[in-house]
């Protein structure tokens, strides 16, 4: 019997065969654009799981509102309507060799273009961390104290949501023998502070399966302890990762203690790499800031350091030994 190592590796032996015969070149220049998705996590209209009311509570002069324990009540117009999601190649992207497909879930008080592009740099990360990989990222609640999922809260939508984007990232990219690569790359979730609520649902209901390679929390583990705890077990191949500040720290403490209950290793200092399988806590020092996190915490640029680490993906090929 393969030990879960061995098919991830036999998994990426296939990756490689299936990609090397396409022609396409590495993109030449980096490609941006934000568009309106069919499967978005809002507009969303239904129930929140657990709760008894649905998420629009409230009606005000023919507005239809939600009521966030922490915000107060925004408005469906307003704050739930925004389909857009952002996506992003950078230069040399080369859909010939295995790469990754990088779903990045931002905080409260967000939006993709202000925030996640330009006050984070979430796609000059992914570009300078030297991943063969595309970035993913879709609007949640917009400028809002909310984590809620939205759609995602629903089975297999997130993994519609995956096979969307596929689809258009091939159409920005825009060379015909790259579709098919673009459109089957694997996924690891990045989620950033109230990001944690989307990217357990995701993962928990969302029905991405072995498609979906890893969680990446930046300082974005507040609640759900229990869902990561249940993904985290039958987690087989795919990596855990939780770096976190003392905003952070009892809940991932707590989620150590429920690992340990179940005899699940974890790791509680950084690795060289982020070996398939592997589960890891960080702690950072006391004066790193929460609202920093993305951009500064244990070193400049964390989410470039951290992708860095997954192994399996690097944008350029190996060298060819000389006989």
């Known amino acids: 019997m393969r030990t879960p190592a061995r098919r991830w590796l036999a998994g990426l032996t296939m990756a490689l065969a299936m990609h090397t015969p396409a022609a396409a070149a590495p993109a030449k220049a980096p490609k941006t654009e934000i568009v309106a998705f069919d499967v978005s996590p809002f507009p969303w209209d239904g129930t929140p799981p657990g709760q008894d009311k649905p998420f629009f509570d409230v009606v005000q002069d023919g507005r239809r509102g939600h009521t966030s324990p922490r ?16 996506l992003y190649i950078p230069r040399g992207f080369n859909p010939a060799l295995p790469g990754l497909m990088i779903v990045y879930f931002h905080g409260n008080m967000a939006t993709i273009d202000k925030v996640v592009r330009f006050q984070q740099q979430v796609p000059r990360q992914v570009a300078e ?68 609520a989307p990217a357990v649902w995701a993962a928990h209901v969302g029905g991405a399966g072995d498609r979906l ?7 974005a583990l507040y609640a759900e302890m229990d869902k990561f705890a249940a993904w985290i077990e039958r987690r087989e191949a795919r990596f855990f990762l939780s770096a976190y500040s003392r905003s952070a720290r009892e809940e991932n403490l707590a989620l150590q203690r429920m690992l340990a209950e179940r005899r699940i290793d974890y790791a509680t200092w950084l690795p060289g790499r982020l070996a398939p399988g592997s589960v890891t806590f960080y702690a950072t020092a006391d004066e790193v800031l929460h609202g920093e996190f993305v951009t500064k915490a ?26």
Do not use: C, M
């Open 71 to 86: 915000g107060g009540i925004y408005w469906e117009d307003a704050t739930y309507s925004d389909r857009r999601v952002l």
């Open 129 to 196: 961390s030297g991943l063969n990989a595309v970035l993913v990222a879709p609007q949640f609640a917009v400028n809002a104290l909310d984590s809620s999922a939205g759609r995602f809260y629903e089975p297999g939508v997130f993994r519609r949501f995956l096979e969307e984007a596929g689809r258009r990232l091939a159409r920005l990219h825009g060379e015909g023998r790259a579709r098919l690569a673009i459109e089957s790359l694997p996924a690891v979730i990045v989620a950033y502070s109230g990001g944690y």
């Open 213 to 219: 390679r890893g969680i990446i929390l930046l300082d």
């Open 298 to 323: 244990w070193v400049d640029d964390p989410l470039k350091v951290v992708l860095a680490k997954i192994p399996g993906y690097p944008r350029t090929a190996p060298a060819k030994r000389r006989k």
